[in-house]
């Protein structure tokens, strides 16, 4: 199956600071998503994100998908933010990489 | 709305018995998925069905089984508990032509 790979696997930010999470694949993919696990375990979809690039409000992703990876921005971070950020690619189904666990401290 | 419920949300159990995790969603996807998330391994896929008698096996379906009767139920059950399936257990569902995956919110299983 396809390798999901994130990088950094933690990462803690003081609010108002911007971040770049990383997600490597291991296969051409027609199918990737970012999660957001709140620390209360609720997955949020945030984006889903096969090539090009999508923002909605401070978050935005950038999918290059001939070169296999995707990067997501989180820009002017919030204590609100902190949890898992996981990166996730399909092909029949999702296969997920380990996340990313992000801290914002106030 | 529409929305997609897991329930126990969570339980405590013997090693050795069986149990169900129930998954119900009402937005009549035909796709829906059971994952389980352990410290250090991501979410990984334990079954998944694509839509009424369909069943099919995940990376991690050894001790676990599926069953789909109707489209909006995809209970998954423990045959015989055991510790190493002390987890959290994710549901998920998907339009057959859609992108975006919907999860539940988790059951928390403890096997003693």
């Known amino acids: 199956g396809i390798q999901v790979e994130q990088s950094p696997p933690d990462l803690i930010l003081q609010e108002g600071a911007n971040s770049t999470l990383r997600c490597n694949f291991s296969?051409?993919?027609?199918?990737l998503q970012w999660f957001h696990q709140n620390p209360w375990g609720q997955l949020i979809n945030l984006f889903y994100?096969?090539?090009g690039t999508k923002q909605n409000g401070r978050l935005s992703a950038t999918t290059v998908a001939t070169e296999r990876y995707s990067l997501l921005y989180i820009s002017s971070s919030q204590t609100t933010d902190s949890g898992v950020y996981f990166c996730a690619v399909n092909d029949y189904k999702l296969s997920f990489g380990a996340g990313t666990t992000v801290t914002v401290r106030a | 709305d529409a929305e997609i419920t897991q329930s126990p949300r969570h339980k405590i159990t013997e090693t050795g018995r069986q149990v169900t995790l129930a998954c119900h969603q009402t937005?009549?996807?035909?796709?829906m998925f059971w994952y389980r998330q352990d410290l250090g391994h991501g979410l990984r896929l334990i079954h998944y069905?694509?839509?009424?008698?369909?069943?099919n096996k995940g990376e991690v379906s050894d001790g676990y089984s599926v069953s789909r009767s109707n489209t909006e139920d995809l209970p998954l059950t423990l045959e015989s508990a055991a510790s190493s399936q002390t987890s959290v257990y994710f549901c998920?569902?998907?339009?057959?032509?859609?992108?975006?995956?919907?999860f539940g919110e988790g059951s928390w299983l403890t096997v003693v």
């Open positions: 998920a569902s998907r339009e057959s032509s859609g992108n975006t995956i919907y």
């Open positions: 069905s694509y839509g009424v008698q369909d069943t």
């Open positions: 937005w009549n996807h035909n796709n």
């Open positions: 296969d051409s993919v027609n199918n």
């Open positions: 994100i096969p090539s």
